[in-house]
């Protein structure tokens, strides 16, 4: 990440008198101190400065091309290092890609009659039963592990899988429900929910995803 920030620092510092850059270095600017400032930090948060980064990095290759002879080799070698930081961070960033989700739980889950939750909602855009849950008025929870990250929670900082308040209210929303898919180890869910989400009938399963019908 220091690598990648002195990458854009050094780039920005070569456009400083540049006046049609001057909105890209404070979208620049703007983007990577709320990314600095976050308080949690994920891997997908980097899109939010990919675009005005690559901008004037890309400003910076042009006007060290476009520079004196004398200057445009320490230039070029200057910004393909850091052009090479930042793109080993983003490759480094990038997240495992996995198969097509399963269709034939698509198909199961489009069959329910009523609302479908699942403690990611990657899931229901997957199934394409989102769309359908937000026309029926059903609950979705767009972030279900974020709550727990609210400072006014009274108990802020508990590690989910002790947090019993937020067991109940997680377990009450995914039996909310007429069909659930729960499946990520990150929402934290404890021996007992998962004792109970076990226990509720499986309505299809495919490649490890299991929808369930909640019970009472």
């Given at each position: 990440m220091a690598g990648g920030c002195a990458a854009v620092a050094l780039a920005a510092w070569s456009l400083r008198s540049d006046r049609p850059a001057r909105l890209f270095l404070a979208l620049t600017a703007a983007a990577v101190l709320t990314l600095l400032a976050s308080p949690t930090t994920f891997r997908?948060?980097?899109?939010?400065?990919?675009?005005?980064?690559?901008?004037?990095?890309?400003?910076?290759?042009?006007?060290?091309?476009?520079?004196?002879?004398?200057?445009?080799?320490?230039?070029?070698?200057?910004?393909?290092?850091?052009?090479a930081v930042v793109v080993a961070g983003a490759v480094m960033s990038l997240g495992p890609v996995n198969g097509p989700f399963p269709r034939v739980l698509a198909a199961a889950a489009r069959r329910v009659d009523g609302c479908v939750t699942a403690d990611d909602p990657t899931a229901l855009?997957?199934?394409?039963?989102?769309?359908?849950?937000?026309?029926?008025?059903?609950?979705?929870?767009?972030?279900?592990s974020g709550l727990t990250y609210d400072p006014a929670r009274p108990t802020h900082g508990t590690p989910r899988r002790q947090d019993r308040p937020w067991q109940h209210e997680v377990l009450e929303y995914l039996a909310s429900g007429a069909a659930t898919l729960v499946h990520r180890d990150a929402t934290g869910?404890?021996?007992a929910s998962r004792e109970t989400v076990a226990g509720w009938p499986v309505l299809a399963q495919a490649d490890g995803y299991r929808l369930r019908a909640p019970g009472p």
């Open positions: 997908h948060y980097g899109a939010l400065a990919a675009v005005p980064v690559s901008v004037v990095l890309g400003l910076a290759v042009q006007r060290v091309r476009d520079g004196p002879v004398r200057h445009r080799r320490a230039g070029q070698a200057l910004v393909a290092g850091g052009a855009v997957l199934m394409d039963t989102l769309a359908r849950d937000l026309a029926r008025g059903c609950r979705v929870w767009v972030d279900v869910l404890d021996a």
